[in-house]
């Protein structure tokens, strides 16, 4: 069973920054790609950044040149550090990753909230 658990997520000003944290089971080199969505109130649930088996990291329009996905192997941990943060970037922000094994799916963890707010 794969388990991902989200920290970090905290009231902020605008413009400020904050790092958010996802713990996974396992390796996780094991996953197809590892990724960090947010679903503000409201809304749908969208991609913010993923990142590949290999490394490969994409962003959203919205907020690239402000944020970066990154991972720790050893800690089999991934991270999205957020700058710059606006009033739109409000909303609760989950991690997500691919496990290709015995049949694709997707594991989610539980999410964390982070509301830009003065």
């Known amino acids: 069973q794969v388990q991902l658990v989200e920290s970090g997520g905290d009231l902020v000003q605008p413009g400020g920054s904050l790092r958010l944290s996802c713990a996974v089971s396992?390796?996780?080199?094991?996953?197809?790609?590892m990724g960090w969505y947010r679903q503000a109130p409201g809304n749908q649930r969208e991609v913010v950044a993923t990142?590949?088996?290999?490394?490969?990291?994409d962003y959203a329009e919205s907020v690239e040149g402000r944020f970066t996905i990154s991972r720790d192997v050893a800690k089999s941990t991934f991270y999205l550090q957020m700058y710059s943060l606006k009033p739109e970037d409000t909303a609760v922000y989950y991690c997500?990753?691919?496990?290709?094994?015995?049949?694709?799916?997707?594991?989610w963890g539980q999410g964390t909230q982070v509301t830009v707010s003065s």
């Open positions: 997500k990753a691919e496990d290709p094994f015995p049949l694709r799916r997707n594991y």
């Open positions: 396992g390796n996780i080199l094991r996953f197809n790609a």
């Open positions: 990142i590949t088996r290999t490394g490969t990291p």
